[in-house]
């Protein structure tokens, strides 16, 4: 199982990105998908976290601001941000509780992370 994500970069504070994140592989159920975000020096944190029943939550600080979806046919999750503040600087990560087929076609269920993607706020 793959989680590949994009959309990062740079932007600056007061505009808007919208990050992606495909999940392949021999899936056979995704429950949770959504994004994480890890600032140098500080720990991982919620951004926001969406189930296949597409009901989400978010952190606190980008509630109002980000708004985060999902397509279950297609094993995406998206995420737009808007209003960007110099604080959402960030490797945002990618992340899926998921069941899946390994390579012995054994059933494995496991919290999944993509390799993550750099959002920089700056003028």
């Known amino acids: 199982v793959q989680l590949q994500a994009s959309g990062g970069g740079l932007v600056q504070p007061g505009g808007s990105l919208t990050l992606s994140c495909s999940a392949s592989?021999?899936?056979?159920?995704?429950?949770?998908m959504g994004w994480y975000r890890q600032a140098p020096g500080k720990e991982r944190e919620l951004v926001a976290a969406?189930?296949?029943?597409?009901?989400?939550n978010y952190g606190d600080s980008v509630k109002g601001r980000f708004t985060i979806s999902r397509d279950n046919a297609k094993n995406t999750v998206a995420l737009q941000m808007n209003s960007l503040k110099p604080e959402d600087s960030a490797v945002y990560y990618c992340?899926?509780?998921?069941?899946?087929?390994?390579?012995?076609?054994?059933?494995?269920?496991?919290?999944?992370w993509g390799l993550g993607t750099q959002v920089t706020v700056s003028p």
């Open positions: 992340h899926a509780n998921l069941l899946y087929y390994n390579a012995y076609d054994e059933t494995v269920a496991e919290r999944s």
């Open positions: 969406i189930t296949s029943g597409l009901m989400s």
């Open positions: 592989g021999r899936i056979l159920r995704i429950d949770d």
